[in-house]
C-alpha cells in the first residue's frame, strides 16, 4: 500500500504540473487571439487531458509498471496510447471542425509536430543533465583519488 501511495503521489504531482503548464500556455494563446475568457469546459478538457496523459506518461516512462523497455519502444507506445486519448478529447470538446478532413490532417500533423518538439527538448535536456552530472563525477573522482 505504500508504493501504491507513493506512484499516486507522483501520478498527483506531474498531473498538477501539466494541468498548471497546459492552462498558462492556454491562457496566453487566447490572450494573444483577444479573448478574455476561457469556457469551463476548456478548463475541464485539460484537467482530463493532464490527468489521463500523466497516466500514460507514468506508464510509458517509468520503470515502476513496464520493465526493461527501450526508450524507443517507450516512445512508440506513449506515442500510440496518447494520440488516440488526445483525439477523443479533441472531438468530445469539439477543438476543430471533426467534419473536415483538412482540419483532422492540421489536428494531427500539430500533434505530431508538438510530440517530435517535446521529445527533442527533453533529449536535450537530458543531454545537458548528462553533461553536468559527468562532470560533477569526475571532480568526485578527482577529489577522493588519493583515498
Known sequence: MKH????VLEWK??????????????????????????EATAVIAMLLLSMTGTFVQYLCFT????????????LMLFG????????????V???????????W??????????????????EFYFHIAGRKYDGLLGQYRKQHEGE
Open 4 to 7: 501504491f501511495m507513493k506512484r
Open 13 to 38: 504531482t506531474g498531473a498538477s504540473l501539466a494541468f498548471t503548464a497546459s492552462m498558462l500556455i492556454y491562457v496566453v494563446i487566447a490572450l494573444l487571439m483577444g479573448e478574455r475568457q476561457i
Open 63 to 74: 520503470d515502476n509498471i513496464i520493465k526493461n523497455m527501450r526508450y524507443t519502444r517507450r
Open 80 to 91: 500510440v496510447l496518447f494520440l488516440p486519448l488526445l483525439t477523443v478529447i479533441a472531438v
Open 93 to 103: 470538446f469539439g477543438w476543430f471542425p471533426a467534419y473536415r478532413p483538412g482540419a
Open 105 to 122: 490532417l492540421l489536428f494531427l500533423g500539430l500533434a505530431l509536430v508538438v510530440l517530435a518538439a517535446m521529445t527533442l527538448g527533453f
